[in-house]
């Protein structure tokens, strides 16, 4: 186990590493392997991060008792204690797991990396709970090794060991640790599979641990490779705006293409993946929509919107009121709102100008083209998008529209 850790450290370097620790056994025979290296090898800079999720009456004295344990160890502890609110309906395993990572990232400075505990059991169960979600590859490669996580990444070096492996050294080295006994409710999932499931396919498959966890780190090779081709594939989809895909070029790959052409894109845009329904609705009602059509499927903090042959993936916009009208003192900035935009007036704004935002039936003047032109035309024929259009802060002065910041000066 020593060895695979600083085998681990040798492929991922890192500034600082701080590792998750519980206080119970997986976590704290990854804190006292790690512990055990700084002799040894003193460039690696360890520290601990407890998060307390306040949902167990015990929270506090298992913080209290992963000081102890820091403490003699001489290993800098951080805690963090959440307040963690479980909404109607909600996984108690997801919302706490959304709060940790949560948690973890904003000690992350860049080129730090979070180290927590899993194991090969852990990824065998994974790999479990996915397929019987019905995931596709990425699902089924279950855990990666190494993954980014806010400025930094988050690293699993316990992957390749078991749980038995894990029990031997905390039992050989006499550890502590703590029994959380939600661990032990089989209406969790996971807990489920762990207390009645594994042990049940274990008797009659001895290395199913080993052999779930084998299959996901291959599904996780083809998952790269297909990655790694998509990349090269993505530039030639790219539509006319910057960031988009063009809907022809999709058209003319075939749907499981489509598919994994929109998932490549919208890892790289950074947003998060949308289940299957959502994906074929993409490419029912966005792909095959009419060419005048403004679709837009939306799932959590996402919308894919098209508009003429470009496919646009966004945050959710947010509420704005196009009735609003602003009055701008030029001399200092405009923050509006309901944008998050501020506007910067350009030189030779007057002192005072308003700003509305679109009704319908605006004309502008445009002197070099000789006249009077309407200004939904005008948007049309500079390729503005349909829902940008009423969020367009446009600049008057008296009844007369002078200026659409970053698109019309007159």
């Known amino acids: 186990m020593r060895n695979s850790l600083v085998a681990f450290f040798q492929r991922y370097p890192a500034a600082n590493y701080w590792i998750g620790f519980s206080g119970g056994l997986d976590s704290h025979v990854l804190l006292h392997v790690c512990a055990s290296l700084r002799e040894q090898y003193p460039h690696l800079k360890f520290r601990a991060l407890h998060i307390d999720h ?8 298992w913080a209290a008792h992963c000081f102890e344990v820091c403490a003699s160890l001489e290993m800098p502890l951080v805690v963090d204690t959440l307040q963690l609110v ?12 959304a709060a940790r990572y949560a948690a973890f990232s904003q000690h992350l400075q860049t080129g ?9 059991n852990d990824q ?6 996915h397929l019987l979600r019905g995931s596709g590859m990425d699902g089924l490669a279950a855990m990666p090794e190494i993954r980014p996580l806010a400025h930094g990444a988050l690293g699993r070096p316990l992957l390749g060991c078991s749980r038995a492996e894990l029990a031997a050294y905390a039992n050989q080295h006499r550890l502590d640790v703590i ?6 409710d089989s209406r969790f999932d996971r807990n489920f599979l762990r207390n009645q499931v594994m042990p049940l396919l274990a008797q009659r498959w001895p290395a199913v641990g080993k052999t779930l966890a084998r299959a996901a780190r291959l599904q996780g090779e083809s998952r790269t490779l297909l990655a790694d081709l998509l990349r090269d594939k993505l530039p030639l989809m790219q539509g006319k705006q910057p960031n988009t895909l063009s809907v022809s070029q999709l058209l003319a790959e075939t749907p499981p293409m489509q598919k994994a052409l929109l998932r490549e894109w919208l890892t790289q845009c950074g947003f998060r993946l949308p289940e299957e329904k959502k994906l074929q609705q993409v490419l029912r009602d966005v792909l095959h929509c009419r060419p005048d059509a403004t679709p837009c499927v939306c799932w959590e903090g996402c919308e894919i919107r098209r508009y003429r042959d470009d496919v646009y993936a966004m945050s959710p916009l947010s509420a704005h009121d196009p009735q609003q009208v602003l009055v701008w003192e030029t001399h ?3 923050w509006i709102a309901s944008l998050g935009r ?3 007036a350009e030189v030779g ?6 700003v509305r935002f679109r009704q319908g039936g605006e004309n502008v003047f445009l002197p070099q083209r000789g006249g009077h032109h309407s200004l939904k035309h005008l948007l049309q024929e500079w390729g503005v998008p349909p829902w940008e259009r009423e969020r367009l802060p446009l600049v008057y002065v008296g009844e007369r529209l002078v200026c659409i910041p970053g698109i019309l000066r007159i």
């Open 54 to 61: 306040s949902l167990q009456a015990a929270s506090a004295a």
């Open 112 to 120: 730090d990396m979070v180290l927590t505990a899993h194991h090969q």
């Open 349 to 354: 704004y007057p002192e005072t100008v308003i």
């Open 124 to 129: 065998a169960e994974t790999v479990l709970l």
């Open 332 to 334: 200092q900035p405009l």
């Open 179 to 184: 029994d959380d006994p939600s661990n032990q």
């Open 342 to 344: 501020t506007l910067v």
């Open 86 to 97: 479980i909404p109607a309906g909600e996984s108690v395993e997801a919302v706490a797991r």
